[in-house]
Nanobody, 114 residues
Framework: VQLVESGGGLVQAGASLRLSCAAS????????MSWYRQAPGKGRELIARVNSGGATTYLIDSEKARFTISRDNAKNTVYLQMNSLKPDDTAVYYCNRWPRNFLWGQGTQVTVSS
């Protein structure tokens, strides 16, 4: 199993980013996928979840107006669209299967400057 997150970077507040997670080694189209984030000095938290058919089944309340999760089963990829980024969004973002996580990938760093 391999989970490779990408798309992060250093941006200014108000910018948008689209994170991608390329998955391999399992039957991607049959599993629920999630995005998580870990801010500096904090634990990893679940922020969004999408089922195998592409329906969003969870989105953390604080981000419902700004984040969108989606997937492309033909590309074995799950996405996280993040708009109107704020400094508090600074974190390492990870994807994984839900609820039984695989080993974690390296994540992608998102840094939002004010």
């Amino acid at each position: 199993v391999q989970l490779v997150e990408s798309g992060g970077g250093l941006v200014q507040a108000g910018a948008s980013l689209r994170l991608s997670c390329a998955a391999s080694g399992f039957t991607f189209s049959t599993v629920t996928m999630s995005w998580y984030r870990q801010a500096p000095g904090k634990g990893r938290e679940l922020i969004a979840r999408v089922n195998s058919g592409g329906a969003t089944t969870y989105l953390i309340d604080s981000e419902k107006a700004r984040f969108t999760i989606s997937r492309d089963n033909a590309k074995n990829t799950v996405y996280l669209q993040m708009n109107s980024l704020k400094p508090d969004d600074t974190a390492v973002y990870y994807c994984n299967r839900w609820p039984r996580n695989f080993l974690w990938g390296q994540g992608t760093q998102v840094t939002v400057s004010s």
